[in-house]
């Protein structure tokens, strides 16, 4: 309605008559952390499993060993991907389908999805996408109810505002951007925790260590 | 749409019979604030955060128009479509519009206290267009006709054998047990059809950030991402007091939003957008921007930074008398102690007069509010404002009477007494004490008031 455009910003300037003073909002609060970065995985490691997601420490090296053993350990076999996923991941005994603008029917009944992510935030244990290399569109970590995602050991971060400085210096603020902090969950019948309403029940995190 | 349903005095007496609610809402309120407790005490920054969303929302307010027009110019640039909406039967219209123009009748929506504040679904109905809810609990409340009890957990006067009834009665057969885990199950069957086949979804927002047209939805069961991802058309209600001014700004309320909300360190999905991907996410989007009194809250000097709020509940799980009475006693979308403030506020202090009076003034909601609005002071603020308008006692009485109408109750007044006269002394502007402050002074002369605080008693007996 354009009428209403120019009465709602008529009403809020004649509310702010006296004008109210906004001195500058400070930001006292923690920005960088602490830790080392052995520390930081670890911390990461232990709020990601807070959540009952399950967390695996990966060696360098030993990602595709890993890959191959989640799945199986689920009877995963149609395992959807991002098309330009590193190529190390595509293990062999895993049947791999490319989501070349797969139907919401189609991935409703593949069996889960590997992606990696962007950033990861060791504080809360929170992985981010955002539609970069390796992630995918947001509907591919959504339907499947099975999540594996890859984490290296150098994208976690401390503390949330670190995590949005990078963000912002990757140029992501714009792109779809999906925080993830353990399987959907809802508390919603007398409080009991159930795991997996809508997202992905299982949500595994592989955290490859640096070389 | 009418602010209060019932008095609030009214109302409360029946939910105060109502045992299972009372025990329901007991354990609900002490489990999610002991959460709360713990994750925020792992902050060593938590009051620095707080001054920060609180400096930052004041600067909202303050630059509102600016902000607003930054943000329409963002969105649009991201190939989004901006709509402004007065009242709440405009912003109903444009969801209509747009449900008409791609031949909708059914759309999938995600829970907001926004959509329930205008009325958005039984106006869709009315339009012949069905809105099916989907939040467990917002469909346990759709599907058993009833109302919300509180934000955050709004089905928590229901137990897991009366949602079993109610699923069985409507999307279930008669083999579903009361297990929670059946019970999410059963709900995500029926749901998750839904999700694949919409095309078109309506959301509210938690935060839309001026500098990026970016849009922020946090919440924990996969149906927020659902809905403003998969269907074609999405169409995004927000308040215009929603508004950050720019992404970093999110560092600080994705912080304190989780640990006050559910208590817990991250809520599981955040889902942030901006206009239209064309590789990703729904190929139209409209973004309504929301009135309905929201300027006139904006207009009143001492209530405006109930704007501020960022409804995470944590001020309904402290809130002694919310605690007793539940949500629906407020007769409004926003219950609690923020209820008791932003209704009248929003709708004016005469369409709500007694909800001002719902409150011990016992500091405690001001003390957890992570975007540290002074509730007490702006209920002193408004029970004036309701004195005035009213000019009826008989309102006011009510709300005394209530209080002070039952033994247990009358007990807990006393040691409220103490507590009460701070505020009252700080209200300067009252110049004659409107009755049930009159009540509260009264009671202090019954008895000499314990050294003990309310929050003291309070926390001992929990
Ligand atoms: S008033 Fe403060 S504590 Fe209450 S819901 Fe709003 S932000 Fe939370």
């Not at chain 2, 103490?418 to 509260?440: F, H, N, S, T």
């Amino acid at each position: 309605m354009s009428g209403s455009r120019e009465l709602i910003l008529e009403r809020v300037r004649r509310a702010l008559a006296d004008a109210p003073l906004a001195p500058e909002s400070p930001r006292d609060y923690r920005r960088a952390g602490t830790l080392s970065p052995v520390a930081r995985t670890e911390l990461f490691y232990e709020r990601v499993c807070d959540y009952r997601a399950e967390a695996r420490r990966v060696r360098a090296g030993e990602l595709p060993v890993a890959i191959t053993e989640v799945f199986a350990a689920r009877g995963a076999q149609r395992v959807c991907v991002p098309n330009d996923i590193a190529s190390e991941w595509r293990v062999d005994g895993v049947n791999f389908v490319d989501d070349e603008e797969l139907s919401w029917e189609e991935l409703d009944h593949i069996d889960g999805v590997l992606t990696g992510c962007t950033l990861a935030i060791a504080e809360t244990g929170t992985i981010v996408l955002s539609a970069g290399a390796g992630e995918g569109r947001r509907a591919i970590t959504l339907i499947p109810d099975l999540h594996v995602c890859v984490i290296e050991e150098r994208q976690i971060v401390e503390t949330v505002p670190e995590a949005m400085t990078l963000l912002t210096e990757l140029g992501a603020q714009r792109r779809p951007l999906t925080f993830i902090s353990g399987p959907s969950a809802t508390s919603d019948i007398e409080l009991n925790r159930v795991e997996g309403v809508h997202g992905p029940r299982n949500l595994v995190v592989l955290i490859e260590e640096s070389a | 749409m009418s602010a209060t349903a019932r008095p609030f005095p009214e109302a409360a007496h029946d939910a105060l019979r109502d045992a299972q609610l009372r025990s329901n809402l007991f354990v609900a309120t002490q489990t999610i604030r002991d959460k709360r407790n713990q994750v925020v005490g792992e902050l060593s920054d938590w009051e620095e955060l707080r001054e920060a969303g609180r400096a930052i929302k004041a600067d909202v307010l303050a630059n509102l128009d600016r902000y607003l027009l930054q943000f329409e110019q963002a969105v649009a640039d991201a190939g989004g479509q901006v709509h402004w909406a007065a009242d709440a039967g405009e912003a109903n219209q444009v969801v209509l519009d747009v449900a008409r123009a791609h031949g909708v009748t059914e759309l999938v929506k995600v829970k907001s206290l926004t959509t329930d504040e205008i009325g958005l679904n039984a106006a869709l109905e009315a339009g012949g267009v069905s809105a099916i809810e989907t939040d467990l609990a917002e469909l346990i409340l759709q599907l058993g006709g009833d109302w919300s009890s509180h934000i955050l957990v709004p089905a928590i006067h229901r137990n897991r054998t009366e949602i079993r009834d109610i699923f069985r009665a409507t999307i279930a057969d008669d083999a579903l047990s009361d297990d929670p885990g059946e019970l999410a199950e059963a709900s995500r069957t029926y749901l998750r059809e839904r999700f694949l086949t919409a095309r078109m979804a309506v959301s509210g927002a938690n935060f839309g950030v001026a500098e990026t047209g970016t849009v922020c939805v946090v919440e924990s069961e996969g149906n927020g991402r659902m809905c403003t991802t998969l269907p074609p058309v999405l169409v995004t209600i927000l308040g215009i007091e929603k508004l950050i001014p720019s992404f970093a700004d999110l560092e600080v309320f994705l912080q304190l939003l989780p640990r006050s909300s559910t208590g817990e360190r991250m809520n599981p999905y955040t889902s942030l957008w901006t206009g239209v991907n064309a590789a990703d996410g729904p190929q139209e989007f409209h973004v309504v921007l929301l009135d309905a009194g929201r300027t006139n809250a904006l207009a009143d000097t001492v209530g405006r930074q109930a704007l501020h709020c960022i409804r995470c509940s944590a001020c309904l799980n402290v809130c002694p008398v919310y605690s007793r009475t539940g949500g629906q006693a407020y007769g409004s979308i926003y219950p609690g102690p923020i209820g008791a403030i932003l209704t009248p506020l929003l709708y004016g202090v005469e369409h709500a007069p007694t909800l001002p009076f719902a409150s011990s003034l016992c500091g405690a909601c001001y003390e957890v509010c992570p975007v540290k609005i002074d509730i007490p002071s702006v209920l002193l603020h408004l029970r004036a404002k309701a004195v005035e308008s009213a000019g009826k006692p008989s309102l006011t009485m009510a709300a005394a009477g209530w209080l002070f109408g039952g033994r247990r109750r009358f007990a807990a007044a006393q040691r409220l007494g103490r507590l009460a006269q701070r505020p009252l002394i700080r209200a300067g502007k009252i110049r004659r004490l409107p009755p049930p402050l009159d009540a509260w002074t009264r009671t202090r002369d019954l008895r000499p008031l314990a050294g003990e605080s309310f929050r003291e008693w309070w926390e001992r007996r929990g």
